[in-house]
C-alpha cells in the first residue's frame, strides 16, 4: 500500500481524535482545568522512553501504557503537592510539568544511545509524526474517540451540572468525585492516544483551542460541544493533509510541513477568525456595537441640548456649530459623524456659517429623546430621593441604556400617582414636562 493511499486513513484517524480531543478538552477547559492536559503530556514522556527502555519495542499499545502510567503519576503529584504543601496549584503544575518533561528528556537521550535507539523514532513524540502510525494505530484512534464521544452522548446531563454547579450537583446527591475522576480520566486517555499526532509539546492546543474557539460562536454547552467536535476534526484533518494541500498548490513535493505543528496551526486560524469575525463577541462585532451604542448617545446628547437651547432662547433652536460642541461632552470625530447621520436623516440643516437648525421631524425627535429625559428625572426625584440638581446624569444613564418600552409605563405610572407637575390630561404624546433643575452645566453633561 502506497503513502497516499494511507494519507486519507491517517486523516480520517486524526479527525476523529481531533473531535474528541474537541469535546473533552472542553469539558477541561469548563472545568478550569486547561493545563491538565499539558501536565499530562509533558509527564508521559518518562513513561514512552522507559516502556521503550524496558521493552525494546516501539508498538503503540506498549507506549501508550507506559505514558498513561506516568501521566496518571504526574497527575498524583499535581494533586498532593497542593494538598501537602504551601504550594498553590498552578506552581504545582509548573513543577510537574517541567520536571517530569526534564527527567523525559534526560532517558530519551539514553534510549538514543542504545544500538537500536536511532531507530526507535521516540524523538517523534515531541513534535508528533503522523507518517510513522499503522493501520492499527488508526483503527486505535478510531476507538478511542467512538467510546469517548458515545460516553459524553451518555452523561451529557449530569457532566453538563458539574461544569456549571458543581456544589448544587452534591447537594442532589451526584458522584461529583467519580464524575471529575471520569473527566480527567477522559483527558488522560485522548492526551495519550494523541501523543503520536500532536506530540507532547503541541497537545495542549488540540484540548484547548476548539472550545475557546466555540465559545466565540455560542453560550450553549450543547453547541459549544458540537462546534468542538467539528473545529477539533477540521484541524486535524487539514493538518494531516497540509502537505497535499501544499504540493497540489504549489506543485512542490510532500514531505516539508510537519503535521503535529500544522494541526496546532490551523487551530490558531480558527481561532483568529473566530476572535475577530465572531457575531457577537468577535472584536468586529464588539466594535460595531460600541460605536453604534456611542452615536445613539451622542445622538440622543445632540438633540437635547438643541431642543434645550431652544427653551433658554425663547424660540427656534438655531445653534452655531462650536458652541453645540461644547454643550455636547463627545469627542470630534463622533460629534461629527452624528451630525452628518442626523442631517442624511433629515433631522438638522446647517447654514453657510456653521449654525445648526431642527428641522420639524429633527424637532419632534428632539421633543421625544427631551420627554423621556425628564420623565426619568421625575421619577427619580419622586421615587429614589434624588435632589433635583443631581438627577441629571443618572437619568440620562437609564435613558440610555433601559427598554424604551418603559416610557409609556413610567409615565402612566408618574401620572396615576400624580408626581407629574401638570394633570395627566396634560401628558398626551409629544408633551414634554418643564424641566425640574436649572440647566446642566458643562461638568452635568460629562
Known amino acids: 500500500m502506497n503513502a497516499e493511499s494511507v494519507v486519507p486513513k491517517i486523516a480520517a484517524g486524526a479527525a476523529l481524535l481531533g473531535a474528541t480531543g474537541g469535546v473533552v478538552g472542553a469539558f477541561a477547559v469548563l472545568r478550569r482545568r486547561s493545563l491538565l492536559g499539558d501536565t499530562l503530556a509533558h509527564a508521559a514522556l518518562p513513561g514512552i522512553c522507559i516502556a521503550h527502555l524496558l521493552l525494546a519495542t516501539r508498538d503503540l499499545w506498549a507506549l501508550s501504557v507506559g505514558a498513561l502510567l506516568a501521566g496518571l503519576l504526574g497527575v498524583v503529584c499535581v494533586t498532593a503537592i497542593p494538598k501537602w504543601t504551601r504550594t498553590r496549584e498552578d506552581a504545582a503544575l509548573g513543577l510537574v510539568l517541567s520536571t517530569f518533561f526534564g527527567v523525559g528528556v534526560v532517558l530519551l537521550s539514553i534510549a538514543q544511545q542504545r544500538p537500536t535507539g536511532a531507530q526507535a523514532g521516540l524523538d517523534s513524540f515531541l513534535f508528533g509524526e503522523v507518517a510513522a502510525l499503522r493501520g492499527r494505530d488508526v483503527r486505535v484512534l478510531a476507538v478511542v474517540a467512538a467510546v469517548s464521544l458515545a460516553a459524553t452522548a451518555v452523561f451529557f446531563k449530569e457532566l453538563k451540572l458539574l461544569c456549571f454547579d458543581e456544589g448544587f450537583a452534591a447537594a442532589q446527591g451526584w458522584p461529583t468525585y467519580t464524575l471529575d ?50 473545529l477539533g476534526a477540521a484541524a486535524a484533518a487539514l493538518g494531516v493533509l497540509s502537505d497535499q494541500i501544499e504540493a497540489a498548490l504549489f506543485t512542490a513535493s510532500p514531505g516539508g510541513l510537519p503535521p503535529g505543528p500544522m494541526i496546532v496551526l490551523v487551530s490558531g486560524l480558527f481561532f483568529a477568525a473566530s476572535l475577530l469575525a465572531a457575531p457577537e463577541r468577535g472584536l468586529i462585532a464588539r466594535g460595531v456595537q460600541t460605536l453604534r451604542t456611542r452615536v445613539e448617545v451622542v445622538t440622543d446628547h445632540v438633540l437635547r441640548e438643541m431642543y434645550e437651547f431652544g427653551e433658554e432662547t425663547g424660540g427656534q433652536a438655531n445653534i452655531p456649530g462650536r458652541q453645540l460642541a461644547a454643550r455636547v461632552s463627545s469627542d470630534p470625530l463622533t460629534l461629527r459623524l452624528v451630525l452628518a447621520l442626523m442631517r442624511w436623516r433629515g433631522w438638522l440643516e446647517a447654514d453657510a456659517g456653521g449654525t445648526l437648525r431642527l428641522t420639524p421631524s429633527g424637532g419632534t425627535e428632539a421633543a421625544g429623546v427631551t420627554r423621556t429625559h425628564r420623565l426619568w428625572e421625575i421619577f427619580l426625584v419622586s421615587r429614589a430621593d434624588i435632589a433635583a440638581d443631581h438627577a441629571h446624569r443618572p437619568a440620562d444613564e437609564l435613558e440610555h441604556f433601559l427598554p424604551r418600552t418603559l416610557v409609556a409605563e413610567l409615565e402612566a405610572e408618574l401620572a396615576r400617582t400624580g408626581r407629574l407637575p401638570q394633570p395627566a390630561a396634560a401628558t398626551a404624546a409629544g408633551h414634554v414636562p418643564p424641566s425640574l433643575h436649572a440647566p446642566a452645566t458643562t461638568e452635568d453633561r460629562a
Open 181 to 230: 475522576l471520569a473527566v480527567m480520566s477522559g483527558v488522560a486517555l485522548v492526551t495519550i492516544v494523541c501523543l503520536p499526532v500532536c506530540g507532547v509539546v503541541l497537545m495542549a492546543a488540540v484540548l484547548i483551542f476548539p472550545c475557546v474557539t466555540a465559545r466565540y460562536w455560542s453560550n450553549r454547552l450543547g453547541v459549544v460541544l458540537l462546534l468542538s467536535a467539528v
